[in-house]
């Protein structure tokens, strides 16, 4: 191989040194920075600063682009982030001038790279789906393989951070699908190198996605699908003769049989790749396979040999110090020297106090001294004192009555400017909530009915696009007011970011993301001492492509009705936000199509346990609840006519039902009519 490549640039350069035509020559120097790369760093950097330079001279912004961007590369290979991405940014520049949209892809998935080896996953994230969106609008094949193996490589990454299930199951679906490229592209071309290597990757990727779940989440049966799919990758690995692929897996499958307490064959599978690695010496996978042997012997009570390839992982493991752990020391001697500089104030801070004491104590003895003559002169005011309250009680008695009008006065401007600051914050709460003009384009036959009972509202509703699908959802928040509208806005922002940052899309993958998410933030650590607030929330996700529908649920059923029936999709019955020390269930997913002339209705609890009837009795005297079989048929009634009638129709019968009755809770309630023009 090494022959045929010395063979290839020599073929290269001589054609770079008898053309004269300026593309062509950029071109090739790109293809000899590329091919340098690795094992002639010097003249690869050379090459590609040659093609910028000609790309400058020629006014051709395409390739100087494409050879800025080459150059990223050249700094990428040799871990220089910081530069890399400045390349790769200036190529990106150039590239949304042009409009050059398949090239702005590549830009975002190498920007990508960058954030991604910095371990700022959730920037990193952010540019492959960008990357994605854009494959997906070109049908790009190969671009969408690599693409969806790198999310599946992100989220697999952002799931050990934060032992979420919802990241890692995202990570198989990304893996998987990037796996049914390869293969498919395998399939077309069963001799080229680079499809069959991302098979193997794939298979390997998908096999570490099952360990961490395992491990993370202490299911040991999960630990037999990873070797499954590692013994796939490794298959692939030897057909290509790739023995740092082969290395690599060897590593993977050690750590699953020495998690499943198979700790001799663990070591032979260590040993198997330290016997390819060693040779190359390159540190991070040696460290790994001797903390993996150190590990595996110690299980098997060899603490001799437990101690040598410790001795080895530490050795290792100090030839990859770096700025980080310089950093954690700065870190540490910052925190010595404040810690110093405390303990110094905390005694001079003594020292005062006990020199105030002894001054007390002086002060106190002094006035022992005169106390005979203040005891005389105190009994002289008391008398004057007498006299005086006589005459000041008539006074006050006049002053009374003004302190209390000013008292009142007070009273009423501190009310007022409580009543401001929740009208203010009501403002920001229908900021944050979705605009109307939103929802009529994404859902041109809908309607919303939001009446919170205070000022502001633990009720909520949200939409956002993604792909070719619609989401929506409407939350019910622990408490209504102030508390719940404060809850609405954390529920607001982590469906923002389960969908925007996460790319989260399937609504049980959703819920599952914010019921972690909230119990850690609300520090939900166990009964006794944590917040007992949460969300029920009903999510559904139309399907504009495939016209399908799915719903996921905590406690807030969904209601289609259909041919004049309705159907009723149940929500689990279990919060969103338990206890972090709480066993954490899988939110179910429902799934339907859907038929033109379906209406969708979604809502919180406050309409149906509204009290009120005919009779208008108090609650207290035995006012009814509306309940939901009146719901029920109310929707059976108007559901044929229009949205906008029909949020008149129910907004009426609600405040008929209510009369003069206090509202008791929040009302919310949404109304989806599915029509031809929404699958446009």
Same mark, same amino acid.
């Given at each position: 191989?090494?022959?045929?490549?010395?063979?290839?640039?020599?073929?290269l350069?001589?054609v770079?040194?008898n053309?004269?035509? %300026?593309?062509?020559?950029?071109?090739l120097?790109?293809?000899?920075?590329?091919?340098?790369? *690795?094992?002639?760093?010097?003249?690869s950097e050379?090459y590609?600063?040659?093609?910028?330079?000609?790309?400058? #001279?020629?006014? !051709?912004?395409?390739?100087?682009? =494409?050879s800025?961007?080459?150059?990223?590369v050249f700094?990428?290979?040799?871990t220089?982030?910081?530069?890399?991405?400045?390349?790769?940014?200036?190529?990106?520049?150039?590239r949304e001038?042009?409009?050059?949209?398949?090239?702005?892809?590549?830009?975002y998935?190498?920007?990508?790279?960058?954030?991604?080896?910095?371990?700022?996953?959730?920037?990193?994230?952010?540019?492959?789906?960008?990357?994605?969106?854009? $494959?997906?609008?070109?049908?790009d094949?190969k671009?969408l393989?690599?693409a969806y193996?790198?999310?599946?490589?992100?989220?697999? $990454?952002?799931?050990?951070?934060?032992?979420?299930d919802?990241?890692f199951?995202?990570?198989?679906? /990304?893996?998987?699908r =990037?796996?049914?490229? /390869?293969?498919?592209?395998m399939?077309?071309?069963?001799?080229n190198?680079?499809?069959?290597?991302?098979?193997?990757?794939?298979n390997s990727n998908?096999?570490?996605v099952?360990?961490?779940?395992?491990? +993370?989440?202490?299911?040991?049966?999960?630990l037999?699908?990873?070797?499954?799919y590692q013994?796939?990758?490794l298959?692939?690995a030897?057909?290509l &003769?790739?023995?740092?692929?082969?290395?690599?897996i060897?590593? &993977?499958?050690?750590?699953v049989?020495?998690?499943?307490?198979?700790h %001799?064959?663990?070591?032979?599978?260590?040993k198997?790749?330290?016997?390819?690695i060693?040779?190359?010496?390159?540190p991070?996978?040696?460290?790994?396979?001797?903390?993996?042997?150190?590990?595996?012997?110690?299980?098997?009570n060899?603490?001799?040999k437990g101690?040598?390839?410790?001795?080895?992982?530490t050795?290792?493991?100090?030839?990859v110090?770096?700025?980080?752990?310089?950093?954690q020391?700065?870190?540490?001697?910052?925190?010595? %020297?404040?810690?110093k500089?405390q303990k110094?104030?905390e005694?001079? !801070?003594?020292?005062?106090?006990?020199?105030?004491?002894?001054l007390?104590?002086?002060?106190?003895?002094?006035?022992?001294?005169i106390?005979g003559?203040?005891?005389i002169?105190?009994?002289?005011?008391?008398?004057a004192a007498?006299?005086?309250?006589t005459l000041?009680r008539?006074?006050?008695?006049? #002053?009374?009555?003004?302190?209390?009008?000013?008292q009142?006065?007070?009273?009423?401007q +501190?009310n +007022?400017e409580v009543?401001d600051?929740?009208?203010?914050?009501?403002?920001?709460?229908?900021?944050?909530?979705s605009?109307e003009?939103?929802?009529?384009k994404l859902?041109?036959?809908?309607?919303?009915?939001? #009446?919170p009972?205070?000022?502001?509202?633990?009720?909520?509703?949200?939409?956002?696009?993604?792909?070719n699908?619609?989401?929506?959802?409407?939350?019910d928040c622990?408490?209504?007011?102030?508390p719940?509208?404060?809850?609405?806005i954390?529920?607001?922002?982590?469906?923002?970011q389960?969908?925007?940052?996460y790319?989260? /899309?399937?609504?049980?993958?959703?819920?599952?993301?914010?019921?972690?998410?909230?119990s850690?933030?609300?520090?939900q650590t166990m009964? *006794?001492?944590?917040?007992?607030?949460?969300?029920?929330?009903?999510?559904?996700?139309?399907?504009? #492509?495939?016209?399908?529908?799915e719903?996921?649920?905590?406690y807030?059923?969904?209601?289609?009705v259909?041919? !004049?029936?309705l159907?009723?999709?149940k929500?689990?019955n279990f919060?969103?936000?338990? /206890?972090?020390?709480?066993e954490?269930?899988?939110?179910?997913?429902?799934e339907? %199509?859907?038929?033109?002339?379906?209406?969708?209705?979604?809502f919180?609890d406050?309409?149906?346990?509204?009290?009120?009837?005919?009779?208008?009795k &108090?609650?207290?005297?035995?006012?009814?609840k509306?309940?939901? =079989?009146?719901?029920?048929?109310?929707?059976?009634?108007?559901h044929k006519q229009p949205?906008?009638t029909?949020?008149?129709v129910?907004?009426?019968?609600y *405040?008929?039902w209510?009369g003069?009755?206090?509202?008791?809770?929040d009302?919310?309630?949404?109304?989806i009519?599915?029509?031809?023009?929404l699958?446009?």
């Open positions: 191989m090494e022959v045929c490549a010395i063979q290839v640039n020599d073929s350069e001589r770079l040194k053309t004269k035509t %300026d593309t062509v020559r950029i071109t120097l790109n293809d000899l920075a590329w091919n340098y790369i *690795e094992t002639d760093p010097v003249r050379a590609s600063k040659q093609a910028i330079d000609l790309s400058l #001279k020629t006014g !051709n912004r395409k390739f100087l682009a =494409s800025i961007h080459n150059l990223g700094y990428y290979y040799r220089n982030y910081p530069l890399a991405l400045t390349f790769y940014i200036k190529a990106l520049k150039i001038d042009l409009h050059d949209t398949l090239s702005i892809a590549k830009s998935n190498n920007i990508a790279l960058i954030y991604e080896e910095e371990n700022n996953l959730s920037l990193a994230l952010q540019y492959y789906l960008k990357s994605l969106a854009i $494959k997906l609008k070109y049908k094949e671009g393989a690599s193996g790198n999310l599946g490589n992100i989220y697999m $990454k952002l799931g050990k951070q934060n032992g979420n919802s990241l199951e995202m990570s198989l679906i /990304y893996n998987n =990037s796996l049914g490229y /390869y293969r498919q592209l399939e077309k071309s069963p001799d190198e680079k499809f069959i290597r991302g098979v193997s990757l794939c998908i096999g570490a099952y360990y961490e779940m395992a491990v +993370k989440n202490n299911k040991p049966k999960l037999n699908e990873a070797m499954v013994e796939k990758a298959k692939y030897v057909i &003769s790739d023995d740092w692929a082969k290395a690599r060897y590593m &993977s499958m050690a750590a049989l020495d998690e499943k307490e198979e %001799d064959e663990a070591i032979k599978k260590y198997e790749a330290l016997a390819i060693q040779p190359l010496g390159t991070e996978e040696l460290k790994t396979i001797y903390e993996g042997l150190s590990a595996a012997y110690e299980q098997k060899d603490f001799q101690l040598d390839y410790y001795k080895l992982y050795r290792m493991k100090d030839s110090f770096n700025e980080s752990t310089s950093s020391i700065a870190e540490m001697q910052v925190k010595m %020297d404040t810690d500089k110094e104030i005694l001079l !801070n003594k020292e005062k106090q006990i020199s105030h004491t002894e007390e104590k002086e002060k106190l003895e002094h006035q022992s001294l106390g003559t203040v005891a002169a105190l009994v002289a005011v008391l008398v007498l006299l005086v309250i000041n008539y006074r006050l008695k006049q #002053k009374t009555n003004e302190v209390l009008t000013i009142n006065g007070l009273i009423h +501190k +007022k009543t600051s929740i009208r203010y914050a009501q403002r920001i709460q229908e900021a944050v909530l605009p003009s939103q929802i009529s859902l041109p036959e809908s309607f919303v009915l939001y #009446k009972k205070d000022i502001v509202s633990g009720d909520f509703y949200w939409i956002e696009e993604w792909g699908s619609i989401l929506f959802a409407v939350a622990t408490g209504h007011g102030v719940g509208a404060f809850m609405s954390v529920g607001n922002n982590l469906l923002n389960a969908v925007n940052v790319g989260l /899309y399937r609504p049980f993958l959703i819920l599952n993301y914010l019921n972690k998410n909230i850690e933030i609300l520090n009964p *006794e001492t944590s917040l007992k607030d949460g969300m029920d929330i009903s999510l559904i996700t139309i399907d504009k #492509k495939s016209r399908k529908l719903f996921s649920g905590s807030n059923d969904l209601w289609i259909r041919d !004049n029936k159907i009723e999709l929500a689990d919060p969103i936000g338990a /206890y972090i020390t709480a954490r269930k899988s939110f179910a997913s429902h339907m %199509d859907l038929k033109e002339g379906d209406v969708l209705y979604m919180t406050g309409y149906a346990d509204q009290f009120g009837g005919p009779d208008k &108090s609650r207290d005297a035995g006012g009814k509306f309940k939901y =079989s009146r719901l029920r048929e109310t929707l059976l009634q108007c949205m906008n029909q949020q008149e129910l907004n009426s019968v *405040e008929n209510k003069e009755l206090e509202q008791i809770d009302v919310c309630m949404v109304g009519r599915i029509t031809a023009e699958f446009r």
